[in-house]
């Protein structure tokens, strides 16, 4: 255990990605898709994995029945979701309870309402009955053998309107033997002080409790830890703040939280450390790109942009930078742009292998330089690669060169009225040898990159593992319209790593060829290509 850190015995880390986060706008997961995520899950070291709700739709039913078969979990117990019985039925008859009965799931979390006006609108029940559906259910489940955890549905707004009619379900849940009682804010309205009074008093029921919180008001996460430092001892969060409308709080997060700034061991030891990769890859299975300002876990979490921020951090990371991003598996990362002074371009520089530390007139010449081309349009933040092309040529006295381009030209056609290709012809000296190749392509960037990676791969085979990925146009001085300056940004990857170049120009095609020969220059020096090519 980290020294200082208060290791909380049986706190619960509880994720609902695959149930809560499943309910997010535009998420949809496959059966297999889940069996992925439980497997990251556990490997975070999360307590309990919320697989879904069986009985509710097939893929669910079949998640619970493949994992009792095949995922073999070494950290978290899954638990099964569903609803407590029908309104003035019986639970051991219930069709949805039976579900949950034989889902295989060692844990049941049971939705209950604890908001008077639900129960009569939305159940259209008495709020005796709901009483009775609450105590029915757990009792049953408990009497199966199953460990069962309660989800107060709009606890928090129930407690406002009937204080005592919430506090009435909340005990019911826990004398019929519910071991958690989670206090959900279901609409997600709530602020920090309220949960923080409501969890206060809540907790002289004796019940323990828990929290699970939309974010609705931009609080889910502060709203979580409110409930902690009132009491909750289980906490419930979906990975990338994942879920229904504007999403959970972020479990990643919460428990980065309780960790650094708690000081409480919520995790297995040393399991923080790798919430960055988890949560990338758990963004690759719900195919939702994972925002880059997530709090420790995004790539701009420690990314420095200003100037002043980088000098200080010259002498010390920790003077703009609340933790050491590798204790959640991150790095920091200092962006050259405009606002960059001589310490980004210093430290930037030595990232790359310069050392720049003793140079001033060289420091303030790339410095000056930046500034210039980012007031032309350029933008060096998100062109890396470009940067380093910049950098050395600063370095080495000269571009890095692989080939002499001589001429290019790109034509576009349409005949009778057939969908537009495009044809390019690439004039240029490689290898001591002259070069004219014709590119055919479906637009006129697709055309130039086939000429050029025709032309050089005779002399360059390593272009070949070169594959453009993205193309990005943006037009700068929007107010001219069609003679506006244009910048266009490249994305390339050999496969296995990726890099982004930039070109501004007048001229679209002007703008893409000069990314594109940058894109394919820092991928050859990358390679360690030595140029052949006679200036
Ligand atoms: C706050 C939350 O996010 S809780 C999680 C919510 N998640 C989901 O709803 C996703 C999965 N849900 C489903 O697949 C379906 O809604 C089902 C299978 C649960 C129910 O489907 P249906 O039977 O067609 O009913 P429908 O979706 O219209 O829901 C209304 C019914 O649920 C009942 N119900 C609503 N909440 C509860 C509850 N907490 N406990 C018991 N019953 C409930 C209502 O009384 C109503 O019953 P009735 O049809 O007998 O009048
Ligand atoms: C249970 C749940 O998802 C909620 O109340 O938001």
Redesign the pocket.
Known sequence: MTAGKQHVSDFHVYDTTM??GA?QEGLNLSVQDKMHIARHLDDLGVGYIEGG?P???PK?TEFFALAAKELDLKHATLAA???????DGVAADDE?VAALRESGASVVT????SHDR?VEL????TLAENLA?VRD?VTHLREEGQRVFV?L??FFDGYRANRDYALEVAATAADAGAEVVIL?D?NGGMLPHWVSEIVTDVATTGARLGIHAHNDTGCAVANSMAAVQAGVTHVQGCINGYG?RTGNADLITCVANLELKFDMQVLPEGKLAEATRIAHAIAEITNYPPSARQPYTGVSSFAHKAGLHASAIRVDPNLYQHIDPALVGNDMRLLVSEMAGRATIELKGKELGYDLANDAKRLARVTDRVKQMEQDGYTFEAADASFELLLAEEMEGARPSYFDVESWRVLAESARGEEASSEATVKLTAGGVRLAVIGEGNGPVNALDHALRQAIEQVYPDVARFHLIDFRVRILDQGHGTDAITRVLIETTDGKDVWVTVGVGANIIEASWEALVDAFTYGLRKHGVDPRIDH
Do not use: I, P
């Open positions: 149930r809560d309910q709700w009985g509710s739709n669910d979701f569903g609803a407590t019985r029908r309104a949805l049971l939705v209950a309402k639900h939305a159940l259209r029940t559906m259910s989800d549905e709009h959900c279901t229904e």
